[in-house]
């Protein structure tokens, strides 16, 4: 149904690649607007628990398309157009922080500008030895803050580290994004699949639901005033998940040392 994206499911698992690999996955106006629909369509998919994505092809994903004209009413016709086309990249990174499935970013190759931002709005990152990351719109002329990414890359590797690579546009190889906690791990490109998929299946192994509100609670805690309103969110999540046959099953599970059945109920 896609022109730009691929998506293939695995019982709960979905994996959507970016496929445009001729051009390094770079985000055209199909690609930015296919992820949209994809995304948007994600919040309502039930049966979708965990979302892996990845690039087709030597990259995540080269970031805007600068070979593509823009198109009447685009970034360069007016403020107006600008605006809406700017909005339109940015909104991604909203719809996968709202969406209740985990992200799991496969990185390979170059994850540069808008990939970089897709990187980050993912819950989780794994690398490929190959991946090189970078906050590209710094080089051409723009702020480095674009498309969430000065909200999550502090958040993730500090101030310090992420003022150096926002400033200077400058790349950070696999090793180094495993070093300050950019990536979760680093493994050699042929096993970045497998990583991900066992990745995927031991958060399938909880409950839905409280995977659900895990993440949900996470995303809240990051911004929390106070321990108090964290604290608060996360009394919350257990009274509710406490509530549901899952964790009744959860409990006969463990006493009885064997895996969980849930069923999202």
């Known amino acids: ?69 823009p198109e009447e009413g685009g970034v360069t016709s007016s403020v107006q157009g600008g605006l809406r086309g700017q909005r339109q990249v940015s909104e991604l990174v909203m719809l996968m922080r709202r969406a209740p499935q985990p992200i799991i970013a496969a990185v390979h190759g170059a994850a540069c500008g808008g990939g ?10 794994i690398a490929g030895a190959s991946a090189r990351m970078n906050a590209a719109f710094i080089r051409i002329g723009l702020s480095a803050c674009d498309v969430g990414v000065s909200y999550f890359l ?3 590797v500090g ?24 990536v979760s791990r680093v493994v050699p490109d042929g096993e970045l ?30 911004d929390a005033p106070s321990l108090e309103a964290a ?10 998940a406490a509530q549901t046959v899952d964790f009744r099953e959860g409990i006969v599970a463990f006493l009885q040392k064997r895996p969980a059945r849930f069923g999202d109920k």
């Open 159 to 182: 101030a310090s580290v992420a003022s150096e690579l926002l400033l200077t546009g400058n790349f950070i190889d696999a090793a180094r994004a495993e070093r300050v906690g950019l």
């Open 116 to 125: 970089f931002a897709l990187a980050l709005a993912s819950d989780v990152r």
């Open 231 to 240: 604290v608060a969110m996360e009394d919350r999540n257990q009274i509710l």
């Open 1 to 69: 149904m896609y022109e730009t994206l691929r998506v293939d499911r695995e019982g709960h698992l979905t994996w959507l690649t970016l496929n445009r690999p001729e051009s390094l996955n770079a985000m055209s106006r199909t690609l930015i607007r296919e992820l949209g629909e994809f995304f948007w369509a994600l919040h309502d998919d039930r049966e979708t628990r965990v979302l892996v994505m990845r690039g087709a092809g030597r990259a995540f994903c080269a970031g805007l398309d600068l070979k593509e004209q």
């Open 154 to 156: 502090p958040r993730i």
């Open 193 to 222: 699949e497998q990583a991900a998929r066992a990745m995927a299946e031991d958060i399938l192994r909880n409950s839905p639901i409280g995977v659900r509100l895990t993440k949900e609670c996470l995303k809240l805690s990051i």
